[in-house]
């Protein structure tokens, strides 16, 4: 069996090229190497499935293994733990860990997807912590991929002053980036908001997450418009998830979430390995093979539509543990009041 520098090195050059490998052939690769080098995962998997066949026959593990205190979901040995990013959650609550032996996987599927999709190449603008101030979010490391400015500080308050500063001194389009609910504290803060130069974008991501509101996406994306002089087909929602290494994305109010060659998702019917009928609505199932470090499959606890080859998202089942990024936004920001330093 390939070791894992050897899997690794396959799968950049695919996301490189997709005519550089297969699919199929790589994530069964990447599968049966995870699962020799995880009893956990190896337990899980060959209870469902011991020989798959093809991609969508690999078991999605739920992300609540991420959780399992006593046993990491790595396949490779603990020793070699370079960077370990935790799921958000109250005090008390138990976190998801993705641990990874490196992050190029991560950070090259981060570029390419941005490249692919032919985002915007314009100044990245975050309405988050920094690195530093917030070292152990998947969310944060990703704009810090992408370049990003970040405008709250290390005590949770948002430099207002600064965001002026930076929409009149750069004079041409950026990208302003944050949480759903990150945005919603901007716009509740009492503060004249500059609008932004023309032809920005606005990149929003995270929900409601278990913050008691409520608000549907049309009015949202309304109060962005109206707030920031940002038209609707300028705003992008980013999905993913702190158990995942690459990101899905839509643009304006209907489109689908798009992701890259070397992503595939699967929309299940709950407590099944059955896939819905097209525009049928199930649970969300993920297989990114830039998860190699943990495992390549991944079934969520988000509602989907499916439409053809990708999904609609439809939001989280709420029969589940509220979490993700944009409640941890949520809880930062709304013990501070907005102004600078």
Known sequence: MNTYTQIESQILSFIDNEKNGNFEELIIQAHLFQKENCQL??????????????WQDIPPL??????????????????????????????????????????????????????????????????????????DSSLIHMLSTLGGKFLINSSGHLDHSNLKLIIKKNNRPLVLAGTALAFLHLFESGKDIPTLPENSWVMETGGYKGSGREISKEDFYMMINNNLNVPIENIINEYSMTELSSQFYSIGMHDIHKGCHWVRTRVLKPGSDEEVPDEGIGLLSIYDLANLG?????????????KGNTFELLGRDKKSTPRGCSRAADEMLSKIKYGHK
């Not at 995962?41 to 093809?54: A, F, G």
């Not at 739920?62 to 040995?77: H, L």
């Not at 959650?89 to 860990?97: A, D, I, K, L, Y």
């Open 41 to 54: 995962l190896r337990n899980y998997c060959e209870s469902i499935c011991k020989e798959p066949r093809s």
């Open 62 to 135: 739920p992300t609540e293994a991420f959780k399992n205190s006593e046993e990491q979901i790595i396949s490779f040995s603990k020793i070699q733990i370079s960077s370990t990013f935790l799921t958000s959650g109250t005090t008390g609550e138990v976190r998801g860990s993705h641990h990874f032996h490196n992050l190029k996987l991560y950070e090259k599927s981060i570029h390419s997807t941005w490249a692919n999709l032919q985002l915007p190449k314009l100044p990245i603008i975050c309405l988050t912590q920094s690195p530093p101030a917030s070292p």
């Open 294 to 306: 943990s495992s390549i499959s991944i079934m969520t606890n988000d509602l989907a539509k499916k």
